[in-house]
């Protein structure tokens, strides 16, 4: 549970920025277009992920070196400085060119944190956890996160209520991010009290750094399978989660209470079913349940979206955000703990990272701006099921390439961590 809270704050103060683009675009990007700032605004969103790779390899081989605790408050104390440059900078117009540039810095700093904190705290709850349940226990990572998708939109929905549209443009943005770093306090205190696991405490040899970087790429086709994997739960989670507020009231203009209203609702639902289908794929195995929930989703998206934005209501929206979020707790909860499965145990955490990582960086991140570019370049309003079938095809070849055996035929670990072993037992 301690481990699950700090997930969830940091996930909180990582995706809040998302939730607010529109009034952060007006803040820190003015400009004579509306789309422009927009798009300057998620794009700013986006760079986060860009960092997400190199947090992975250099936090996640310092977790690998160091320990899982050690990495876990490293990962916070580093989001907590992001968050807080960006709740606290000034606006464009009083620092000019500044406070952009300083907006990016601090999502920069937040992009290297969250590049490794997912797969820090799969890899623990994995090791953590008691035979015939680590999907179970490795679905509260994700499961984690809702409770940050749903506190934000709680949030939000309180501010749309009591503020004006004027006071949440101007100053109200700013109390969501607050919000989230003054809990920091505790989670310090929290993960602190963390102990190391078992699995690494017992091991007899941790390889450097450059030894871990050099079994990664050793391995690189399994990152990539990884990476495939992992685009389908972060294109999805994306979509239903942080774009959900800005598709609703930019491109379907329905009313944004109700479009928190629907956003917490997805938070609910995932919280619900991430867990379930951790279990059942403790059950009936992973491969299963992902080529099902890829499946469905190749067939269903496009026409999911294009019955929504045929007559946008309230009512659709949640039908259809619940539809999807159900695709992706579903295919998360088998995912995630596959995923620190067919990773080699030296770079567990750095390989899970570093394939999650690659993943949002050039996917699934960029999916609020890459479908509110798609949605003017094209015209229909319905093309993020488009991009949301993309990610189902990555998915699937991902499911279908990979199982036990084939990811242990795979696995090469570098020569340099084998040397390594072998001279420490010779010695």
């Known amino acids: 549970m301690r481990v699950a809270l700090g997930n969830s704050l940091e996930m909180y103060d ?63 104390a580093l989001m907590a400085v992001g968050t807080l440059s960006i709740a606290v900078v000034p606006g464009y117009a009083a620092i000019g060119l500044a406070a952009p540039l300083l907006v990016v810095i601090g999502r920069l700093v937040q992009g290297l944190s969250a590049g490794v904190e997912l797969g820090g705290v799969s890899v623990y709850l994995s090791e953590i956890a008691t035979p015939g349940r680590k999907g179970f226990y490795v679905a509260w990572q994700s499961g984690s996160q809702q409770v940050s998708v749903m506190s934000a939109a709680l949030l939000g929905i309180l501010l749309s209520t009591t503020l004006s549209d004027s006071q949440l443009t101007r100053w109200g943005w700013r109390v969501p991010l607050l919000a989230g770093c003054s809990l920091l306090p505790l989670l310090f205190f929290l993960r602190r009290s963390l102990e190391e696991t078992e699995a690494f405490r017992t091991r007899r040899h941790r390889p450097s750094v450059g030894m871990i970087t050099s079994s990664l790429f050793a391995n690189w086709r399994l990152v990539l399978l990884g990476m495939l994997m992992s685009t389908m739960t972060t294109v999805c989670f994306y979509m239903v989660t942080a774009y959900t507020p800005t598709f609703g009231t930019t491109v379907l203009h329905l009313a944004a209470t109700g479009n928190l209203v629907v956003t917490l609702c997805v938070g609910a639902l995932n919280f619900v079913l991430l867990p379930v289908s951790g279990g059942l794929s403790d059950r009936v195995g992973r491969r299963p349940v992902l080529l099902a929930c890829t499946a469905v989703a190749l067939v269903t998206a496009y026409p999911a979206l294009s019955w929504l934005v045929e007559a946008p209501s309230f009512a659709r929206l949640l039908a259809v955000e619940l539809w999807l979020a159900a695709i992706y707790a579903t295919y998360n909860g088998a995912m995630a703990v596959f995923l620190t499965e067919i990773m080699p145990v030296d770079v567990r955490t750095s390989g899970f990272s570093l394939a999650y990582s690659l993943a949002t960086a050039m996917f699934g991140g960029f999916t609020p701006a890459i479908c509110t570019y798609l949605i003017h370049l094209s015209g229909n309003r319905a093309i993020p099921g488009l991009w949301l079938s993309f990610a189902a095809i990555c998915g699937l070849v991902a499911a279908l390439v990979l199982s036990p055996k084939k990811s242990q035929n795979l696995c090469r670990i570098s020569t340099g961590i084998e040397r390594y072993q072998g001279n420490s037992r010779s010695g």
């Open 14 to 76: 990582f995706q809040i920025f998302g939730y607010y683009a529109p009034a952060i675009a007006l803040a820190f990007f003015p400009s004579g277009s509306a789309f422009a700032g927009l798009m300057l605004s998620l794009m700013t969103f986006g760079a986060g992920f860009l960092m997400r790779p190199l947090g992975a390899v250099l936090l996640g081989a310092y977790i690998d070196h160091h320990g899982r605790r050690a990495g876990l408050l490293l990962t916070l």
